[in-house]
């Protein structure tokens, strides 16, 4: 008998930030090979979960402008039925899931992917299906590039597509992190001709100083969403005069550097006006994991 059946038990879904995104290649199947730093923050969609005896899986607060079906919770809760179906003997449970969302979508956060991965690891833990964190990063890699890195749950040094990682401990600094007014699909920002994609590769994490130096760590899609999108480029050209500031993965947020939340906040306070914003502490360890090892 499953001891979380008709539980309801609470996760966090985290937002990433690439500190730097250097494109070194392309695969033959079109996919970007990335040399990037991954960190987590604070800031974090809540997902609460309902372990039921039906094979049912239910969103309960559907995502406006998102269907059910195409919605990464969803999809991922379905994945890892559809898994332990074909590879154990065990009944099939089934699961009500709610969220509260305050991530930005497509905003180069990784929400929909964060949340992906927190259901991965809740629904691994409260169905009992006891699969390994290799295990659901390679089944998270089939959802998005980003999955994996919230389901390893430790800042670090990504190669490949995003899915090999060296663990990483850059400093933990306060971030301001600003959405301009306007929405940037990855996939237009893949196959853009404008892109460079020889970066030269750092191969060793072991020199990760001084991130925010440009001449050495930049984020290879910024220079084109900035030729692209005049609203980003303004905005990071008002940032810049207060801290280093850059582009997170295919945009729009950018997120600019801070010793303190206090000169986060004083900076938050001036953003020109229709540019949503929060500030959040820089996280190696997600707080998932630590929430996953307490049931
Ligand atoms: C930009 C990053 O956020 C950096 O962390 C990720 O690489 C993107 O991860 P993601 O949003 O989970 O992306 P996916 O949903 O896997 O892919 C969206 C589209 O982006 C392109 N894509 C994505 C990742 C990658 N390394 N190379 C690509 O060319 C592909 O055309 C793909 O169809
Ligand atoms: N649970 C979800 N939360 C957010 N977006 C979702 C979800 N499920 C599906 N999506 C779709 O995924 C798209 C990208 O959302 P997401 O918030 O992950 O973008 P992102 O932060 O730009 O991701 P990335 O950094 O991986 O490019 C959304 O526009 C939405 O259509």
Aim: negative net charge; glycine residues 6%; contains cysteine.
């Amino acid at each position: 008998m499953n001891r979380f059946i008709n539980q309801t038990k609470t996760f966090s879904a985290p937002a990433k930030l690439n500190l730097f995104l250097h494109i070194v290649g392309r695969r033959s199947d079109g996919y970007h090979e990335l040399e990037t730093l991954f960190q987590f923050l604070d800031h974090c969609d809540t997902l609460s979960f309902t372990v039921t005896a039906s094979e049912k899986i239910q969103l309960l607060t559907p995502i406006a402008g998102v269907n059910d079906d195409d919605n990464l919770i969803v999809k991922a809760a379905r994945l890892l039925q559809e898994k332990i179906r074909q590879d154990q003997h065990s009944p099939i449970l089934g699961v009500n899931i709610s969220i509260d969302k305050i991530l930005p979508m497509g905003g180069g956060l990784g929400g929909g992917s964060s949340n992906a991965a927190t259901v991965l690891l809740a629904l691994n833990t409260l169905w009992q299906a006891n699969y390994s964190i290799t295990e659901l990063a390679h089944l998270g890699l089939t959802l998005g590039a980003d999955v994996p890195i919230f389901i390893h749950g430790h800042a670090a040094f990504a190669q490949g597509v995003g899915e090999k990682f060296t663990p990483a401990s850059p400093e933990e600094a306060w971030y301001l992190v600003s959405k301009p007014n306007v929405s940037i699909s990855t996939q237009s920002v893949f196959t853009s001709g404008d892109l460079p994609r020889n970066t030269e590769k750092l191969e060793k994490p072991d020199h990760l100083v001084n991130i925010m130096n440009d001449e050495f760590f930049h984020n290879d899609c910024q220079t084109m969403v900035i030729k692209h999108y005049s609203e980003v480029a303004k905005l990071l050209a008002w940032l810049i005069e207060y801290a280093p500031s850059r582009m997170t993965g295919t945009g729009a947020c950018v997120f600019s550097r801070f010793t303190s939340q206090e000169q986060a906040c004083e900076v938050q306070a001036k953003l020109p006006n229709g540019i949503t914003s929060f500030v959040a502490k820089g996280l190696n360890k997600s707080p998932l994991i630590t929430q996953i090892a307490s049931l």
